[in-house]
């Protein structure tokens, strides 16, 4: 029967309690670990030790990083040609994204605290160096570079090894996918995590199942199904010349056409409100929206527009930035209240939101501002029923 094989990537010495109980999870669940202390590696005799580990990541189907609060040891390539090194760790982690093997990630949790702090004062520096200083777009990320390794010369990091494990979370939090990442205080928090994840992932497998064939041609089917519908309501409305040739009517498609384009659109802008107004939250395995922000008047439509063209200095100042705060998407507009754990908004999100505004003709901007309009209403509370 064939089993799945697991490789664990982390620094050893200072996991290795953590390490070898995960070991035996995996060992308990009819698994099979790949480690390198217990000898599960194939060491190639014409490679270095670390590069027979990364050729084995290829040989597994899941892979699993637990990063602490030491970077490790450097890779041996890394050293010869003196460029800014990677841990083994970490050049393991790269071997796994180039790779694409299903991957858990886990971060030690007072290190990710310690992360997010780094990062809202460098967020914070930067900010105020584009404020002062027009900088063109081609020299927007060598600036931000150079800010950073300013900032990192000064900044008190908690430990010398957090500049290199900030590093590494950079390059997580920067993937645009497989981002997803636990933290973790002891070993019984990833246990809990994985044993939901691989429970999860059995059932969402074995739930398609009875679809796997229907899910080859079920796209197939709606196409020919829409395109033999337009063609009926051509046929409907068909309408005969002098001449006997049949000449169609294409009022009704393109009306369809139209609708279709403009739900999706209308779904686009719930979304993209929905991000900026509320966070999500978990319950009853449901994911649900919550309010992350409410104010203490209402909106009128000369507010709402004012608002809206905000956004267009937003999304110029902050085109460096990945998240904005909500103090400074709605700064200036009777904010009475904010959930401060859930603060902050992709930048991406708000480029799209005035994007798609300013992209609208007169006419159907007055109908979005409306839209809007309604979302900031929808968060208004009077002063007593605030949730403080």
């Not at 059995?202 to 063609?231: G, V």
């Not at 056409?257 to 991000?275: A, R």
């Amino acid at each position: 029967m064939a089993t799945p094989r697991i490789f664990v990537s982390s620094t050893c010495y200072d996991l290795q309690d953590i390490r070898f109980q995960l070991r035996h999870f995996i060992l308990e669940f009819g698994y099979e670990p790949v480690m390198s202390e217990f000898d599960d590696i194939f060491y190639n005799y014409e490679l270095h030790a670390q590069d027979s580990c990364l050729e084995e990541i290829s040989k597994c189907q899941l892979f699993i990083l637990v990063v602490g609060n030491n970077y490790g040891s450097v890779y041996h390539k890394d050293k010869e040609e003196g460029i800014s090194p990677d841990s083994v760790t970490l050049k393991e982690f790269r071997k796994a994204l180039e790779t694409d093997i299903f991957k858990h990630i886990f971060i030690n949790k007072f290190v990710d605290y310690d992360y997010k702090n780094y990062k809202r004062a460098l967020e914070k520096v930067m900010l105020k160096r584009f404020r002062e200083k027009n900088i063109d777009d081609n020299q927007i990320e060598q600036t931000k570079l150079l800010i950073k390794k300013e900032f990192d010369e000064t900044y008190p990091f908690p430990y010398d090894s957090y500049r290199y494990v900030f590093y590494f979370l950079d390059i997580i939090h920067e993937l645009k996918e497989g981002n997803a990442y636990n933290t973790f205080e002891s070993f019984g928090d990833i246990k809990e995590s994985l044993k939901k994840q691989w429970a999860g992932f059995m059932y969402e497998n074995l739930s398609k199942k009875d679809k796997n064939n229907n899910s080859i041609f079920k796209p197939i089917e709606d196409k020919i199904s829409h395109i033999d519908s337009n063609i009926k309501k051509l046929l409907d409305s068909k309408t005969m010349t002098s001449d006997t040739k049949i000449s169609f009517d294409i009022t009704k498609l393109t009306r369809e056409v139209n609708l279709e384009n403009l739900e999706t659109i209308q779904t686009n802008i719930d979304q993209l409100l929905n991000s900026i107004f509320c966070y999500q939250s978990v319950k009853n395995g449901e994911f649900i929206y919550l309010k992350r922000v409410w104010f203490d008047k209402r909106f009128d439509t000369e507010l709402t527009k004012n608002w809206l063209e905000y956004q267009k200095e937003l999304v110029k100042n902050y085109k460096w930035s990945k998240y904005l705060t909500t103090k400074d998407i709605f700064k200036g507009y009777s904010l009475a209240k904010y959930v401060k754990s859930y603060t902050d908004v992709s930048y991406k999100n708000i480029f799209e939101l005035y994007s798609l505004y300013d992209s609208l003709t007169k006419e159907d901007k007055v109908n979005f501002i409306n839209t809007v309009m309604q979302r900031f209403n929808d968060a208004y509370e009077e002063p007593f029923n605030l949730p403080f």
